[in-house]
């Protein structure tokens, strides 16, 4: 089989499946997301891949759960206004970079885990789409950590 950028990690403190003590709501309650999925972006859009699954599928979590809050009206205008002004939400669609999450999430040529990833997104946030695009001619280019400024981070 192909290596397309998912590694796998195991943690002591990951949680397990069926032993978390995470109790969550439902909130799809038949489990079918679709209408909500944000437009897709693939990871070797260019002539290479960029073995950014994990950042790609993470930010389009996030992506699919914001469209269903925006659907339903469960965020505030304050909230509203914040993804605007922060260029997160445009012409009613978000859409974060997974170049962004990739590079700070230490994503290698192999890929990445998850943990890594979300730890990531914990720790050092997500950036619009629009501040920081698809680019690159090859794996370099794409995961140049010189591109990432201190103004994204902050």
Same mark, same amino acid.
């Given at each position: 089989?192909?290596?397309?950028? $998912?590694?796998?990690?195991?943690?002591?403190?990951?949680?397990?499946?069926?032993?978390?003590?995470?109790?969550?709501?439902? &909130?799809?309650?038949?489990?079918?997301?679709?209408? +909500? $999925?944000?437009?897709?972006?693939?990871? =070797?859009?260019?002539? +290479?891949?960029?073995?950014?699954?994990?950042? +790609?599928?993470?930010?389009?979590?996030?992506?699919?759960?914001?469209?269903?809050?925006?659907?339903?009206?469960?965020?505030?205008?304050?909230?509203?206004?914040?993804?605007?002004?922060?260029?997160?939400?445009?012409?009613?669609?978000? /859409?974060? =970079? *997974?170049?962004?999450?990739? &590079?700070?999430?230490?994503?290698?040529?192999?890929?990445?885990?998850?943990?890594?990833?979300?730890?990531? &997104?914990?720790?050092?946030?997500? $950036?619009?789409?629009?501040? +920081?695009?698809?680019?690159? /001619?090859?794996?370099?280019?794409?995961? *140049?950590?010189?591109? &990432?400024?201190?103004?994204?981070?902050?």
């Amino acid at each position: 089989m192909k290596q397309t950028g $998912l590694l796998f990690e195991f943690r002591e403190t990951d949680y397990r499946l069926g032993a978390s003590p995470i109790v969550a709501a439902e &909130i799809m309650p038949d489990g079918d997301w679709r209408k +909500f $999925l944000p437009k897709e972006e693939r990871q =070797s859009t260019f002539n +290479f891949d960029t073995m950014s699954c994990v950042p +790609f599928s993470a930010t389009s979590i996030i992506e699919t759960q914001i469209r269903y809050f925006l659907y339903k009206g469960l965020l505030s205008d304050g909230q509203l206004q914040k993804l605007v002004s922060w260029s997160y939400l445009k012409d009613g669609e978000i /859409n974060f =970079s *997974d170049r962004f999450t990739a &590079i700070m999430s230490g994503t290698t040529k192999n890929g990445n885990t998850f943990q890594k990833v979300w730890d990531s &997104i914990r720790k050092d946030g997500l $950036l619009p789409e629009t501040n +920081f695009p698809m680019q690159g /001619n090859n794996w370099e280019e794409y995961h *140049d950590k010189t591109k &990432i400024t201190q103004e994204m981070k902050d």
